[in-house]
Nanobody
Framework: QVQVVESGGGLVQAGGSLRLSCAAS????????MGWHRQATGKQRELVAT???????NYADSVKGRFTISRDNAKNTVYLQMNSLKPEDTAVYYC?????????????WGQGTQVTVSS
């Protein structure tokens, strides 16, 4: 089993910044891709950004140029630096981790952290 714990959400004014963190832990597992998704009230969960263990990144068009995803492989931790936040960024942000055990991959989600951007 892999535990995924997020932190760093909160309330911020439009134009402000927040940094989310997500730590994954699980003995015998190898942590591969990590990423962030978000779900606003009444909407489907959507991808925000992902990063591979090698550092390759992928962003949703809506956050390109404003958000930066990074990771510390030694700590199995992924970060999301969010700048120039907009009210439409308001959502619950979820960390998603792909962990390998032997030849099989498993997906794990964190409990989510609320980000609220006021106008």
């Amino acid at each position: 089993q892999v535990q995924v714990v997020e932190s760093g959400g909160g309330l911020v004014q439009a134009g402000g910044s927040l940094r989310l963190s997500c730590a994954a832990s699980g003995s015998m597992f190898s942590i591969n891709d990590m990423g962030w998704h978000r779900q606003a009230t009444g909407k489907q969960r959507e991808l925000v950004a992902t990063i591979t263990s090698g550092g390759s990144t992928n962003y949703a068009d809506s956050v390109k140029g404003r958000f930066t995803i990074s990771r510390d492989n030694a700590k199995n931790t992924v970060y999301l630096q969010m700048n120039s936040l907009k009210p439409e960024d308001t959502a619950v942000y979820y960390c998603r981790t792909i962990a390998a055990l032997g030849t099989r991959n498993y997906q794990y989600w964190g409990q989510g952290t609320q980000v609220t951007v006021s106008s």
